[in-house]
């Protein structure tokens, strides 16, 4: 690829974040840099101190972000004069799901788009719902679960995010929505299972999940609403980087 070409390849896919979900789309950036062959094998990417200003991140959320797709095996580190952060010589194969192939793009979309038109909705449908003692109570043990993994349970913890997420639809009073909610979760699921767990986007959902449960219970519509779409965008964003 001709210089200016790879240059402004590179200016394309390593541009400022947008999103809260810095984390997230930092990885996404990375994994699409190298699945594009913008940053091919065996080459160094742009200085730490570059890279973060030119994705407009921390230099801790960069390093969390390599260290993720480094222990995915997409990148390695080297030390020395000549060290820095390149791209593996060999590739991971892509991820595939439990069951069939991997997603093309368009079906990819198909799950994401379903899932947030559900999951917005129900969020939102919740919080304008008066809620009973026993549907808070509901709530807030479903909270508790999802964010109170152990160390080493960490494979536990998708089955606690779904339980969460389903029971926000229950709490909808909608048995309609809450099977909806539980097929897209089924798909969501399988794609889930074809990516790595990272501890530093666990930590990031619990947060989202709690300001999400907040604003249901407070019985702010607009504000679960915004949560949760800010929270699925971050789950979407490692979808599309990995997948």
Same mark, same amino acid.
């Not at 921390?58 to 959320?61: D, I, K, Q």
């Not at 508790?144 to 993994?149: F, K, L, N």
């Not at 048995?175 to 897209?184: C, F, G, H, I, N």
């Not at 599309?240 to 997948?243: K, M």
């Given at each position: 690829m001709?210089?200016?070409g790879?240059?402004?390849?590179?200016?394309?896919?390593?541009?400022?974040?947008?999103t809260?979900?810095?984390?997230?789309e930092?990885?996404?950036?990375?994994l699409q840099a190298i699945r594009?062959?913008?940053a091919?094998?065996?080459?160094?990417l *742009?200085?730490?101190r =570059?890279l973060?200003?030119r &994705?407009?991140v921390?230099? +801790?959320?960069l390093?969390?972000a390599?260290r $993720?797709?480094?222990?995915?095996g997409?990148v390695?580190?080297?030390?020395g004069?000549?060290?820095?952060?390149?791209v593996a010589?060999?590739l991971?194969?892509?991820?595939?799901?439990?069951?069939?192939?991997a *997603?093309?793009?368009? =079906?990819?979309?198909?799950? &994401?788009t379903?899932r947030r +038109?559900?999951?917005?909705?129900?969020a939102? $449908?919740?919080?304008?719902?008066?809620l009973?003692?026993a549907?808070?109570?509901h709530?807030?043990v479903r909270l508790?679960?999802?964010?109170?993994?152990a160390?080493?349970?960490?494979?536990e913890y998708?089955r606690r995010d779904s339980?969460l997420h389903?029971a926000?639809?229950e709490?909808?009073g909608s048995?309609?929505?809450?099977?909806?909610? $539980?097929?897209?979760r089924?798909?969501?699921n399988?794609l889930?299972d074809a990516?790595?767990l990272i501890?530093a986007?666990?930590e990031?959902?619990?947060e989202?999940?709690?300001?999400?449960v907040?604003?249901?219970?407070?019985?702010?519509?607009?504000?679960a609403r915004a949560?949760?779409d800010e929270?699925l965008?971050?789950?979407a964003a490692l979808l599309?980087?990995?997948?």
């Open positions: 001709p210089a200016h790879r240059r402004d390849a590179a200016a394309a896919v390593f541009r400022p974040v947008r809260r979900n810095a984390f997230e930092t990885v996404e950036r990375l594009l062959g913008v091919a094998p065996g080459e160094r *742009p200085a730490e =570059e973060a200003a &994705l407009g921390s230099r +801790v959320t390093r969390e390599i $993720a797709v480094a222990d995915a997409y390695e580190s080297r030390r004069r000549y060290g820095g952060t390149f010589e060999d991971p194969g892509l991820p595939r799901p439990r069951r069939g192939a *997603p093309s793009g368009v =079906e990819l979309e198909d799950v &994401l379903l +038109v559900l999951e917005s909705g129900a939102e $449908a919740a919080a304008a719902r008066s009973s003692p549907d808070r109570q709530l807030r508790t679960d999802a964010t109170d993994v160390p080493g349970e960490e494979a998708r339980r389903l926000i639809a709490v909808t048995a309609s929505l809450t099977s909806a909610v $539980a097929d897209v089924t798909g969501v399988e889930l990516i790595p501890g986007n666990i990031h959902s619990d989202q999940h709690r300001l999400i907040e604003a249901i219970l407070s019985g702010d519509a607009p504000a949560a949760m929270h965008d971050g789950t599309r980087g990995f997948l």
